[in-house]
């Protein structure tokens, strides 16, 4: 870390101090933990969406206001006497040239997938892989991408589909079994199938080396552009969503499809 960058992290980490002294921000000094916990997720996930708007200037910002939950944990882990920042960047410096041997030690390694291999093995030397290949993936992960990684675990000891055209066959049995639980009319029933229908999918996202949760999130910023495209040409027209046919409103979707619309 260079002087002026070094300066730059000790006046943020002196700006979090500050906040939770005894004159700081009200609202700074009651949070703990557990109320910060949203805030984690929601910064995380404004750096994905900068990222897929392919906005430099918004993505330094956004991996700021996450870099701040970072400095804010450490902050109340210094309170109490647990951790500190300069702790966690130690922590996560060692881990890296361990897992690393390759590039820090004397190891080689020819491929991504032998890096892989001795991350694991790694992992499992420091604790961090227990009896389950598929213990450690957060269950608080978005389901799209917790099914992907428990997929992608247990693929790795060779529990899977050989070809994407087998899994294609799945679905179809699957979409079988939901059209039969739909016409039973089991609530329970209905939710199970098309939960093992989300879940296939995520098999042929993998296949197709797609990450579903990046998928999902793309076509849903998709739909609020050209759904926002609708509500302004009826506004246009000074008329109103409630008042337009399904006709009308799917003429107006079409058009956000063309080429140079929204979306």
């Known amino acids: 870390m260079n002087n002026k960058m070094d300066d730059n992290f000790q006046k943020l980490l002196g700006i979090m101090a500050t906040l939770r002294s005894k004159d700081g921000c009200p609202w700074d000094k009651e949070q703990t933990r557990e109320s910060l916990k949203p805030y984690l997720i929601e910064e995380a996930y404004e750096v994905l969406e900068a990222i897929d708007e392919d906005n430099p200037q918004g993505l330094k910002e956004e991996l700021g206001d996450l870099l701040f939950q970072i400095v804010f944990h450490s902050q109340l882990a210094k309170e109490r006497g647990e951790f500190d920042m300069d702790g966690v960047i130690k922590k996560i410096s060692e881990k890296m040239i361990s897992r690393h041997p390759h590039v820090f030690g004397k190891e080689k390694f020819e491929t991504s997938q032998e890096v892989l291999k001795q991350w694991d093995e790694r992992k499992k030397e420091e604790g961090k892989l227990r009896e389950s290949l598929l213990e450690g993936v957060p269950r608080e992960l978005p389901s799209l991408l917790r099914a992907h990684r428990l997929q992608s675990r247990a693929a790795k000891v060779g529990f899977d589909w050989n070809r994407v055209e087998d899994v294609f066959e799945k679905l179809d049995e699957e979409l079988e079994e939901f059209r039969a639980a739909l016409k039973n009319g089991k609530q ?20 197709v080396r797609v990450n579903p949760e990046d998928a999902l999130r793309k076509t849903i910023s998709k739909f609020i552009s050209r759904f926002r495209y609708i509500e302004m040409k009826a506004a246009e027209a000074g008329r109103e969503l409630s008042d337009m046919t399904l006709e009308e409103m799917d003429a107006l979707w079409e058009e956000a499809k063309r080429p140079g619309k929204p979306g």
């Open 188 to 207: 329970a029933e209905i939710e199970e199938e098309l939960g093992d229908i989300f879940f296939v999918l995520v098999n042929i996202s993998r296949f």
